[in-house]
């Protein structure tokens, strides 16, 4: 399904942490895990995490590190700092407020219901 490049532009950052707060990952692998959790709804591009990755990283929102994989190349893992977590809890709390209100427009909100 697509998306109006606004909405995925403005949840990225919301759901690149929480892909993090499951544990550290490399750039593709999160690219995969956020296909698979979405049930491909998502598809992120390099071209779009990238960006998000190396600012969340100059915010100390992340931190980085290299290993090696078994085929033997260095992979570039990412870590979601105390920061991080925060900015994370402060997204849920943004997200969910956001969603609520999208919900009660939609809806008819309070006055349609009568109860305001």
Do not use: C
């Amino acid at each position: 399904m697509k998306f109006d490049k606004g909405l995925m532009a403005g949840s990225s950052t919301l759901l690149v942490l929480s892909l993090l707060e499951s544990g550290d990952m490399y750039g593709y692998q999160m690219i995969e895990e956020l296909a698979r959790r979405s049930n491909d709804t998502f598809q992120m591009k390099e071209g779009t995490l990238y960006p998000i990755l190396h600012a969340l990283e100059q915010g100390k929102y992340l931190t980085s590190y290299q290993q090696e994989a078994p085929t033997g190349r260095q992979r570039k893992y990412y870590r979601l700092t105390r920061r991080g977590r925060e900015l994370l809890a402060d997204k849920k709390e943004e997200w969910k407020n956001f969603r609520q209100g999208v919900s009660d427009v939609l809806s008819g909100g309070a006055n349609a219901l009568g109860l305001a």
